[in-house]
């Protein structure tokens, strides 16, 4: 026994190493806004949006679409014309490196002069995009851009700031994050919206907290069981807790923002399919209230 042991012994083979990693491909979105679809077709279901300057991951491609994941994780399929693929991961990613601003206009125009009157926007920007800036331009009122498909444009300096692409946006207090979200009051509702034009009830909270230095998955549910917050009770509710909403806590399907003194703001279909304040005793609200978090 002792023999066949070591003969044994003699034949364990060393482990292989594993395959090196394969770097994920790589993309920059090139248009202002883009809707992502459940599946490789325009007429299927929205589930989210895709936005300018945003590097995504491409997961897959066929001949007109491409399968993304967006920075928060969410997948979907877009237009390929609308992202442009990088050949290889040492080209240097959009608006990572250099001089950087970030839009803090709901959404920024962005002109083919520097001037408002002499042709329409040729591109916008949602709130906290990230844009490249190549020089000065006239009468300190404006910058030279250059956009993600490598064209220029010029952008009013009121409508941006200047960033650091190489550090985490500065994480907002309270106050900003009410603030934030009342600018949104009256958008419309618009299921997968992540923008101004439009928007959700998720894609408001999220793109509230985006802009105040702190990510959250995408969907309401996702948020609700998201590790990164901590349960909150009614009593101790602060402005810009996250209130949840749905049948039941399995069934979270509308999310909010408080403000103070039960009122909260929302992208809703209750009534007005827009950005709107509610109170939270409201019989309606109250009768499906599940609970509330807090991002740590």
């Known amino acids: 026994m002792g023999a066949a042991f070591v003969l044994a012994a003699s034949l364990v083979?060393?482990?292989?190493?594993?395959?090196?990693?394969?770097?994920?491909?790589?993309?920059?979105?090139?248009?202002?806004?883009?809707?992502m679809y459940s599946?490789?077709?325009?007429?299927?279901?929205?589930?989210?949006?895709?936005?300018?300057?945003?590097?995504?991951?491409?997961?897959?491609?066929t001949r007109a679409f491409a399968h993304i994941r967006t920075p928060d994780h969410y997948e979907g399929w877009v237009p390929r014309a609308t992202v442009s693929e990088y050949a290889n991961a040492r080209i240097p990613r959009y608006a990572s490196a250099g001089r950087v601003v970030g839009v803090t206009s709901l959404m920024a125009n962005l002109y083919r002069d520097p001037d408002v009157t002499t042709a329409r926007p040729k591109a916008l920007a949602?709130?906290?995009?990230?844009?490249e800036v190549t020089a000065d331009g006239p009468s300190g009122r404006w910058l030279v851009l250059r956009l993600p498909s490598g064209d220029a444009a010029y952008v009013q300096v009121g409508d941006v700031r200047p960033e650091d692409p190489l550090a985490p946006r500065p994480r907002g207090s309270p106050e900003?994050?009410?603030?934030?979200?009342?600018?949104?009051?009256?958008?419309?509702y618009l299921w997968g919206g992540m923008t101004a034009q439009g928007i959700d009830c998720s894609g408001l909270v999220s793109r509230v907290y985006h802009a105040n230095g702190v990510d959250?998955?995408?969907?309401?549910?996702?948020?609700?069981g998201d590790?990164?917050?901590?349960?909150?009770?009614?009593?101790?509710?602060?402005?810009?807790?996250?209130?949840?909403?749905?049948?039941?806590?399995?069934?979270?399907?509308?999310?909010?923002?408080?403000?103070?003194?039960?009122r909260f703001i929302s992208a809703t279909t209750h009534e007005t399919p827009v950005v709107r304040e509610d109170r939270l005793d409201d019989p309606?609200?109250?009768?499906?209230?599940?609970?509330?978090?807090?991002p740590r």
């Open 176 to 188: 900003d994050l009410v603030a934030t979200a009342r600018r949104f009051l009256g958008t419309p």
């Open 284 to 294: 309606h609200w109250a009768a499906i209230y599940q609970g509330a978090r807090r």
């Open 227 to 262: 590790p990164g917050t901590a349960p909150v009770q009614v009593a101790d509710l602060h402005p810009g807790d996250l209130l949840f909403f749905g049948s039941d806590s399995r069934s979270i399907t509308h999310v909010g923002l408080y403000e103070g003194d039960s």
């Open 39 to 61: 599946g490789p077709d325009e007429s299927l279901e929205v589930v989210s949006q895709a936005t300018l300057g945003q590097i995504v991951e491409v997961l897959e491609t």
């Open 126 to 131: 949602p709130l906290s995009t990230r844009l």
């Open 13 to 35: 083979l060393p482990a292989k190493a594993p395959p090196p990693a394969i770097p994920a491909r790589e993309a920059v979105v090139v248009v202002p806004i883009e809707n």
């Open 216 to 224: 959250l998955p995408r969907d309401a549910d996702q948020q609700f």
